[in-house]
């Protein structure tokens, strides 16, 4: 039986190398985005079926109209990794930014993880993978606020669902991706540079797909991250939030 995976982002960085991922492993890829030129040069060097889904995920119709469209396709893995980021201080950026900001990294990832997770449970089986970040860990990030604070509920709500779905005994797993710096188009959206050496796209879709295939809850693809992540669990947060603001910062003045 042919396998399906649907990934949002697919245009570019991560969701591009996840479908190629997924691609190469014998599953059907619905690629979503909103740059038609690039799903299609993407579906062109595919080995595998595809079918591309133009769409802006920043409007709820647009994820209700997708979910639509494939729902009798016995999609068996999810991809919500659309998403982007703005630095600046919460007072300069626009609001206009931050809610579309909201609308695709935090509306659309809920309205398709819940639809999607309840066939998955109804057929008692399939994988979801949210695409957080390392942002999420961290309990906010000053001159990348509302960034931070979205990918936060990322991590947030797909960790709670993962333990509600393991307390059931539900074979369908869900997980968060929580990448550090990885070299993408992320960075010329966002406005900044990274200070340290990002990872390729393919490594960190790599370490993605293993880690969702092998069930982990938390995926965190970079050994320094994961030392980050916990050493910010210790440390008071005060602490915590002025050393994320003085990365962010450094990654605006280059
Ligand atoms: N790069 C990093 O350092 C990093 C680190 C941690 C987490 N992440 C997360 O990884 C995910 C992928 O980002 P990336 O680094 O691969 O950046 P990217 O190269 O800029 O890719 C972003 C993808 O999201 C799609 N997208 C953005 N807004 C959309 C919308 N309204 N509707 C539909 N698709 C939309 C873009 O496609 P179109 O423009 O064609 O619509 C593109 O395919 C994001 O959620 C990001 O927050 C990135």
Known sequence: MTKTALITGASSGIGREIAK??????????????????????????????????????????????????????????INNAGFGKVGTFADIPLDTELKMIDTNITAVH???????????????????????????????PLMAAYYATKAYVVDLTCAISQELKDAGSKVHICALCPGPVDTEFNSVADCRFTVKAISAKYCSDKA????????????????????????????RSLVLKVTGKIQQKKTEQ
């Open 21 to 78: 991922n997924l691609s190469k492993k014998g599953f059907k890829v619905i690629l979503c985005a909103r740059r038609e030129d690039r799903l299609t040069e993407l579906a062109s060097e595919l080995k595998t079926e595809s079918r591309i889904i133009i769409c802006d995920l920043s409007r709820r119709e647009e994820c209700f109209r997708v979910y639509e469209e494939v729902k009798g396709e016995k999609i068996s893995v999810l």
């Open 111 to 141: 309205i398709l993880t819940k639809l999607f997770l309840k066939d998955f449970i109804n057929a008692d089986r399939g994988y979801i993978m949210n695409v957080a970040s390392s942002a999420g860990l961290m309990n906010g990030g």
């Open 209 to 236: 797909v293993d880690g969702m295939f092998a069930k982990k809850a938390l995926i965190i693809p970079e050994n320094t991250i994961k030392a980050m992540y916990t050493a910010s669990r210790l440390l008071p």
